[in-house]
């Protein structure tokens, strides 16, 4: 019990009472915001090198990144399809992405139990789609082949840029963080509000 209280104290312990911490890894979660929203999950870690500086790596998932104007034309496709056969056609479509890189997070020199942050990062993002018609399945490859889609909407890897900002709470030995990126891809941009939870060591 005593061993349990004494961790717990630590844990808790104010910056003051302990030696300073220079890194940290946290668990992030959140959406993005494109045709639909759809969730975002990843992990991030890095290494303080100044007071306010930090390089970090980073690497998730997100589950929907189909482009507004992509959504648009496969509306347009089935409205056309409509008028000359007749009965409603439905496309189902979503591009899910992973991506990985690393960069720099800037702290702003201002307040200290909740610090402001800038972030700018480099890396690929490897996207995957897939399109469903409501009667006929899968029709990914009839789309492409026809033109209402182009392949490199919806399959390829490429280089992503990203920036943003948030706040980082710590305490103790934990952070909570919360903030918005804008990673761009091929001149896309993927808009994703993040929130997450790690340790610092």
Do not use: C, K
Not at 20 to 41: D, N
Not at 126 to 131: F, H, I, Q, S, V
Not at 145 to 156: F, K, Q, T
Request: overall charge neutral; aromatic content about 8%.
């Amino acid at each position: 019990m005593r061993v349990s209280l004494v961790l717990l104290a630590l844990l808790l312990a104010p910056d003051s009472a302990r030696a300073q911490h220079r890194g940290y890894v946290e668990a992030l979660g959140g959406a993005t915001f494109m045709a639909t929203a759809a969730g975002v999950f990843g992990a991030e870690a890095g290494i303080q090198l100044t007071r306010t500086v930090i390089v970090f790596g980073q690497a998730g998932r997100m589950m929907d990144v189909l482009p507004g104007d992509v959504q648009d034309d496969l509306d347009d496709a089935a409205a056309l399809l409509q008028s000359f056969t007749g009965r409603p056609w439905r496309f189902d479509a979503t591009v899910r992405a992973t991506y990985a890189g690393g960069g720099i997070r800037y702290l702003l020199p201002i307040g200290s139990r909740v610090r402001v942050y800038v972030v700018g990062s480099a890396g690929i993002a490897r996207y995957t789609g897939t399109l469903r018609e409501r009667e006929l399945g899968d029709v990914l490859d009839q789309a492409i082949a026809l033109g209402v889609i182009h392949a490199d909407d919806v399959n390829g890897t490429e280089a992503a840029y990203e920036a943003g900002a948030g706040v980082v709470v710590p305490r103790g030995r934990l952070q909570f963080d919360a903030g918005y990126r804008l990673m761009n891809v091929r001149g896309v941009n993927v808009s994703r509000v993040v929130a997450g939870a790690g340790i610092r060591f």
